[in-house]
């Protein structure tokens, strides 16, 4: 089993920043990638960003790609993930995810964090 613990979620205004986190513990050896999902009210979880385990291979929604920088601590199994120049439409719960495989799919995650709320303010 891997644990994971996500924080870092909040309340911003457009235009602003936060930074989530997550950290993994357990059998994280069994781990290949990290990635962060949300999901808003009424819709399904979507793919946000991923991350290879050792950090060298990241991957990002295009809604995303270039305001959100997802990054890895490997002395504290910790994945990261910056969130600049939010939007309204950012507002969902994210959670953090662990995988043997590297992927866009939720379904190919086995492992997933409790999740936190975002909620950014227009």
């Known amino acids: 089993q891997v644990q994971l613990v996500e924080s870092g979620g909040g309340l911003a205004q457009a235009g602003g920043s936060l930074r989530l986190s997550c950290a993994a513990s357990?059998?994280?050896?069994?781990?290949?990638?990290m990635g962060w999902f949300r999901q808003a009210p009424g819709k399904e979880r979507e793919f946000v960003a991923t991350?290879?385990?050792?950090?060298?291979?990241?991957y990002y929604a295009n809604s995303v790609k270039g305001r959100f920088t997802i990054s890895k601590d490997n002395a504290k199994n910790t994945v990261y993930l910056q969130m600049n120049s939010l939007k309204a439409e950012d507002t969902a719960v994210f959670y953090c995810a662990a995988s043997a495989n590297m992927g866009r799919w939720p379904l190919g995650y086995d492992y997933w964090g409790q999740g936190t709320q975002v909620t950014v303010s227009s």
């Open positions: 991350i290879s385990w050792s950090g060298g291979r990241t």
């Open positions: 357990g059998r994280t050896f069994s781990v290949v990638a």
